[in-house]
């Protein structure tokens, strides 16, 4: 046996150790579990300056579809229809997608029209937050139109508040304020480690969009 290789007794009660420990870990799981009885619609925010936020959402879009569940997207801000998201999701009969910006803010540089579309992306969001049959709602990027103030966020909060019991909201974006976030069930802040476009990578097709 090699000075490295520890002594099968020093192996074994590290096992047992582990047992014990996971087996405590387990009775709580469990307890928490058991005691999480409560079902109703969610109201989740992705925000945070990292890469993923829409991703993320589409992930859960995948999911949903997965348990049979109507869903609508309303994308805010973004104009582009060339992504694979929207490529792939618009062949599930399932989703409903609708792109309802004209781009990023800082090449449109109009905040009337900005803002007009962004009034006309929540008029759809409301078709579907109105609609029992629709089980999940993703608003793109809703965190940013509200940033810049083309939405009243009170308002906003309210029409999210008074959708379907059993329906699941999603939104998206940098900078969600702070109502929104007291609103939410579940709030994840995705923060920036590396990226590669500050090492002067491109977007590139499947990864970016």
Not at 30 to 53: C, E
Request: hydrophobic letters at 40%; glycine letters at 10%.
């Amino acid at each position: 046996m090699s000075e490295t290789t520890p002594p099968l007794s020093s192996e074994a009660e590290r096992n047992a150790r582990h047992k014990a420990r996971m087996a405590r870990k387990k009775a709580v799981v469990d307890a928490a579990i058991a005691a999480a009885t409560d079902k109703r619609g969610l109201l989740l925010i992705n925000t945070g300056n990292g890469k993923g936020k829409s991703s993320a959402a589409f992930g859960v879009l995948a999911r949903s579809i997965g348990h049979g569940l109507k869903c609508g997207v309303v994308q805010f801000v973004k104009g582009r229809s060339d992504t694979g998201e929207e490529a792939f999701f618009r062949r599930q009969p399932e989703v409903s997608w609708h792109v309802m910006g004209d781009g990023f803010t800082w090449d449109t540089q109009d905040r009337s029209a900005d803002m007009a579309s962004a009034k006309a992306g929540w008029a759809q969001a409301r078709r579907f937050l109105d609609d029992p049959e629709i089980g999940l709602v993703v608003l793109d990027e809703l965190n940013i139109a509200l940033k810049y103030g083309y939405l009243d966020v009170a308002e906003i909060v309210a029409d999210i508040e008074s959708r379907p019991e059993m329906q699941h909201v999603i939104v998206t974006g940098r900078g969600a304020p702070d109502t929104l976030i007291e609103a939410a069930d579940t709030v994840t802040d995705m923060g920036v480690v590396k990226h590669a476009f500050k090492a002067g990578i491109a977007a590139q097709a499947g990864v970016e969009y």
